[in-house]
């Protein structure tokens, strides 16, 4: 498991960057709040998503090397830095320039900083929702129109190098918060007394009757506040006595077996369904440990990657190429979401009707 050495609170620039993308709670269509696109001709929508999918895991793979340990430390390392934009697009800016330090528009980058885009550099391609992409650019690929343009903050340039207090505060907020979106998805999380050497699991309960509920954000006629219900579909116990910050990486792990797809899915829409064939143990435990490391780095700079992940990398010499990358960035950003503020109730697409 993911460990920490000091107090810190998340490092955080979106209030002052509305221009950046929120990646990656839907699936491969972006247009979340749109209305329903028209099936795909001859009902093939499955196939296209699983196309796409694997589409998105081939050009990762072939666009940078992260098949080595080190590679694939490298990368996670990278996607722990650019907090202001989601997993997924820290990725693919990272499979285009490696060396990126703040990416940002061409617009922002002459609105804030009074910086013009240099001749005949590449542009970074990323996603937005109701997308398609955005085009952004490196610092090293901008030069200051001014003599006296804004400096780029050096937080934002090395937000690694900072040293911020207030974890547990900040762990609490994201454990409260990720427990009330986890009731979406049926889960019920639960602290059991185990012994030291225990973390966690999650197991699915396919024959249960019991109902999680949680409050709602309207009332009802009479003023009392509304509680909307969902069926449980999975029960997660965590060990009450680990510590605060070893707690939430226990949520994390588990919540990460889940939303890679580990023990499938009710609904693709949601998260993938990888459990058939069933994946290594390597495998399973390299991407939910990964996604432990990803989102405890935002939190504290000096997270370190533990001994668990690091054995299984050392073990096999190579990173096993049913890791998934992007299930592994998907997941990283959704329970990233879900830690920092309520989420509505999922929507479910409708069935395709024929005629």
Known sequence: ???????STPFDLRASEPEQASLFDGDVDFDVDGPEPAPPAGGRRDVDV????????????????YGGPQEYR????????????????????????PGAEYVATANR?????KRTIRPGVRPLVILQPRGPVRVVFDVDDTEPLVDDAPPVPRSAVRPLEIQLDGTVAQIDDRWRYTELNAIRDGIRITLVDDG??????????????????????GRTPDGLPQVEDFPLHYELEIN?????????ATLIHELAHLYCGHLGSPDTDHWPDRSQPILGHATREIEAESVVHMLLARIDPDVRMGDYIQGHLDKTKQVPPSVSLNAMMRCAGLIEEMGEH??????SRPTPTTR
């Not at 498991?1 to 107090?7: F, G, K, L, R, V």
């Not at 030291?196 to 954000?217: E, F, V, Y």
């Not at 309520?342 to 929507?347: A, F, I, L, Q, T």
């Open 342 to 347: 309520r989420m509505p109730r999922r929507r």
């Open 240 to 248: 009450r006595n680990l510590s605060p910050t070893d707690r939430y």
């Open 109 to 113: 980058w002459l609105r804030t900083f």
């Open 50 to 65: 699983e196309d796409a999918r694997k589409s998105i895991d081939a050009l990762i793979h072939s666009a940078g090397n």
């Open 196 to 217: 030291g050497h225990s973390g966690g699991r999650i197991r699915k309960t396919p024959n249960s009757t019991i109902r999680l509920s949680r409050p709602a954000t």
């Open 74 to 97: 490298e990368l996670l390392r990278f996607v722990s830095r650019l907090p202001e934009y989601r997993p997924f697009n820290r990725m693919l800016i990272h499979v285009q320039k």
């Open 1 to 7: 498991m993911a460990t920490t050495n000091s107090p």
